[in-house]
């Protein structure tokens, strides 16, 4: 449980680090802060945790000044518009040098 909280905690750093540098939480309200923490997160590749408490957690270490009205918020946001999960595309060398299949390779 601790190595996923410390791991947990890792994946989120680049945000918290963005979202400190780039505004004040107090210039905007509780919906526009929502997005905003939803979009920033998404931009990184991150989801938003499932669990209350968790998502709780982020936004306080954002130093945000109302956690629960964010939270909640978000939780609106959700549902009026599905989060999917981002993933990573990575490429990977086709097997001995062939281009995949119905690709050409420019040369006949």
């Known amino acids: 449980m601790r190595v996923r909280l410390i791991v947990h905690h890792w ?19 509780v919906e526009q802060r929502a997005a905003d923490y939803v979009a920033v997160a998404e931009a990184f590749g991150l989801t938003w945790p499932q669990e209350e408490h968790r998502v709780h ?36 060398p086709t097997d001995q040098g062939t281009a995949p299949p119905g690709y050409s390779r420019g040369v006949e």
Request: net charge positive; no cysteine.
């Open 57 to 92: 957690a982020v936004l306080r270490s954002f130093d945000d000044p109302d956690v629960a009205a964010v939270s909640a918020a978000m939780v609106a946001r959700k549902d009026a518009a599905e989060l999917v999960s981002v993933t990573a595309l990575r490429a990977r």
């Open 11 to 29: 994946r989120w750093r680049a945000v918290r680090d963005f979202v400190r540098r780039n505004r004040s939480a107090r210039a905007l309200d």
